[in-house]
């Protein structure tokens, strides 16, 4: 089975694009670093950003919160989430990558799919 591994910005852009990132599930089995909960735990209180941003952020909690049934949560050795994400696609097999990162998507390369928003709003993989 796959397993379909999500970053933080990959999340938020589906929050603000109108895009279930759970239907990814028809795809494999979703997976959840505990540093993207942080990251987003940080900006839903970040003053910095504006009101949407922080609301998106919180949004998305509530929803892996709501869901957490279906997702299964993993913690990497490393604090940065991208990093982690390349050594986890790396070791494993039957990773989908859901990232808009151009860096980490470089670095991966012919190794990984990715999941990306096509047209309608509809997750598909690249």
């Known amino acids: 089975m796959n397993k379909i591994i999500f970053d ?3 999340i938020m852009t589906c929050l603000k694009e109108k895009v279930d990132f759970l239907d990814a599930e ?3 089995e979703i997976v959840l670093p505990l540093q993207v ?3 987003l735990k940080k900006l839903s209180e970040d003053k910095k950003l504006s009101l949407k941003e922080r609301e998106t952020a919180s949004l998305a909690l509530q929803i892996i919160e709501k869901n957490k049934g279906q997702i299964k949560f993993i913690e990497f050795r490393t604090r940065f989430v991208d990093k982690g994400i ?8 039957g990773i989908i990558v859901a990232t808009f990162d151009r ?7 012919e190794r990984v799919e990715f999941l990306i928003i ?9």
């Open 8 to 10: 933080t910005n990959f």
């Open 26 to 28: 028809e795809l494999g």
């Open 37 to 39: 909960l942080d990251e």
């Open 86 to 93: 390349f050594n986890y696609a790396v070791r494993e097999r």
């Open 103 to 109: 860096e980490l998507k470089s670095k991966l390369g």
């Open 118 to 126: 096509r047209g309608k709003g509809k997750l598909d993989l690249e």
